[in-house]
């Protein structure tokens, strides 16, 4: 390509030269000249019917057209094929940019409701109508939550202080099979946000990874992604920067059918029959609980192994 | 050359300032662009661009090196068409890399929103 550039710039100096800058391009120069302006002008159209690309990459959707202008000026009032072919490229490039730009910002808007669908969801999980805590061994609480700060700058690398919190964390989950756990992500505002976002969904992945190997169940398991907008401290000093390059995780409890519990059951059957029936696929009175969480942890690996 | 020899192991930034020095500031313009477009390629380097893909950031880098040789040798046309083509393509590999990893987020968030949706569920049946 640059070779050929090179080499009809010698043939089109020349020609200005001995013409008087006046000279007719060749057949072949025209048609690349046109071939480069045609796809660049192609590329700069259809980036502007986007409206995600208007409304949020206007400046580098200007720059294309700009380019573009040039590219048509070079070619019209020079026949300068080097110039020419140099400004299509660049409002080519630059187009397809501001694509890019408007494609990151519809993934951003999908990825917000999402989140918003999650709160949604988890917000009516914790208050839909439970039975009465008559028992004396149903968790009390419908949401606990923990942190885990002091990531490495840059890192998803779990805090070697993070381990015993950790297994803590497994161990409150075992012991009560039906409770969820939402992991949120968080870091500092070094970076940029985009990056940060992703930064954040790392490090609650690798808290995810470090649940699962002590044995947790994917399927109780979401995760998520604040990226840098949920600090808790200051990003001014380097200590309120590493408590905000951290982990969040909230189990939401749900009325464990463990047993010996008879807070779960409506009618006043023994729990074993009531777990039973209502699990339906339960082996044993009690444990029906854990087994259809094991079965659905089985289901929600398949997709994670895709990625 | 001798500066050139000082500065030889700081980062990019001295090596654009030795550029300078060397070529004697011939070409203010075609320094702004290099200065530029190593900018724009050290940009898509962080966010990832080289992993997520790397054919469109080894071209911006390719072209930058090639941009900087031809301005050693004083090919000031050839190196400020480089320079600007890096430029615009680690801007493109930098977007291409911040929309994949905005998609990405997007996907897992939906893929736990609907395994939180089946737990919820099953739950809720347990009761």
Request: hydrophobic share 35%; glycine share 8%; with cysteine.
């Amino acid at each position: 390509m640059k070779y050929i550039i090179r080499s009809t710039t010698g043939v089109l100096l020349a020609g200005m030269i001995a013409a008087g800058c006046s000279t007719a391009p060749s057949a072949s120069e025209q048609e690349a000249a046109n071939t480069a302006i045609s796809n660049a002008g192609q590329t700069v159209d259809r980036a502007s019917a986007d409206p995600h690309v208007t409304q949020y990459a206007s400046t580098e959707l200007e720059r294309a057209s700009d380019s573009l202008g040039q590219a048509k000026k070079a070619w019209n009032d020079k026949h300068d094929l080097t110039t020419t072919m140099q400004y299509a490229y660049v409002a080519q490039q630059r187009a397809a940019t501001a694509e890019e730009l408007g494609n990151q910002r519809a993934a951003e808007e999908a990825l917000t409701a999402a989140a918003a669908k999650r709160d949604r969801a988890v917000a009516e999980y914790e208050s839909r109508p439970r039975s009465a805590p008559g028992g004396s061994s149903g968790p009390a609480q419908a949401s606990t939550a923990g942190s885990l700060a002091g990531f490495p700058f840059g890192k998803a690398k779990l805090p070697r202080s993070s381990a015993p919190r950790i297994a803590e964390l497994a161990n409150a989950l075992k012991n009560n099979p039906g409770s969820l756990v939402v992991i949120e992500g968080h870091t500092d505002n070094v970076g940029s946000p985009n990056y940060n976002q992703g930064l954040a969904m790392q490090r609650a992945e690798a808290v995810r990874a470090a649940l699962l190997r002590q044995g947790v169940d994917t399927g109780r398991i979401a995760v998520r992604s604040h990226g840098e907008g949920n600090p808790v401290a200051s990003n001014d000093t380097k200590a309120g920067r590493s408590e905000n390059r951290r982990v969040d995780v909230f189990i939401a409890a749900a009325e464990a059918p463990a047993a010996g519990s008879s807070t779960t059951s409506s009618t006043g059957s023994s729990t074993g029959s009531t777990s039973a029936t209502s699990s339906g696929s339960g082996s044993q009175g009690g444990q029906s609980g854990q087994s259809s969480q094991s079965g659905q942890g089985n289901q929600g690996q398949q997709p994670q192994q895709q990625q | 050359m001798m500066l050139a020899n000082l500065f030889h192991h700081p980062p990019r930034v001295l090596a654009a300032c030795c550029l300078l020095a060397l070529s004697g500031c011939a070409n203010e313009a075609l320094h702004t662009q290099l200065a530029a477009s190593q900018e724009a390629v050290d940009q898509a380097k962080i966010v990832g661009a080289a992993e997520h893909y790397p054919a469109n950031y080894g071209e911006a880098m390719d072209k930058l090196n090639r941009a900087n040789t031809a301005a050693h040798s004083r090919h000031e046309d050839d190196a400020m068409r480089l320079a600007q083509q890096a430029e615009v393509d680690a801007n493109l590999a930098r977007a291409k890399t911040d929309a994949a990893q905005a998609r990405i987020a997007a996907a897992e968030i939906a893929r736990s929103n609907q395994l939180l949706r089946d737990t919820m569920m099953r739950t809720n049946q347990n009761q």
